[in-house]
């Protein structure tokens, strides 16, 4: 069993920047795979960015160059660099974590990018 805790949504300008967090209840050394993904009112949950196989990144086109993810397994800890926001990032921000066969979800941190 584990648990996934985000933290650091809030308002922002355009422009402006947040790091997210996500918390893990436990190692995330050897983990599969974990991610950000977000959703927006009406949409469906989209990835945003994450590591495959420990150590892989990737990253949605849309937020390629602005967007920056990276972990600390010391902490236990993933997080995302958002810099550069815009309106468009407006979302519920999700941490997902996969250990073998089995995911996790935390329970989504709100981002709303506002003048």
């Known amino acids: 069993q584990a648990q996934l805790v985000e933290s650091g949504g809030g308002l922002v300008q355009p422009g402006g920047s947040l790091r997210l967090s996500c918390a893990a209840s436990?190692?995330?050394?050897?983990?599969?795979?974990m991610a950000w993904y977000r959703q927006a009112p009406g949409k469906q949950r989209e990835l945003v960015a994450g590591f495959y196989s420990g150590s892989i990144t990737n990253y949605a086109d849309s937020v390629k160059g602005r967007f920056t993810i990276s972990r600390d397994n010391s902490k236990n800890t993933m997080y995302l660099q958002m810099n550069s926001l815009k309106p468009e990032d407006t979302s519920v921000y999700y941490c997902?974590?996969?250990?073998?066969?089995?995911?996790?979800w935390g329970q989504g941190t709100q981002v709303t990018v506002s003048s």
């Open positions: 997902y974590a996969r250990w073998l066969s089995t995911v996790y």
């Open positions: 436990r190692s995330i050394y050897s983990i599969d795979t």
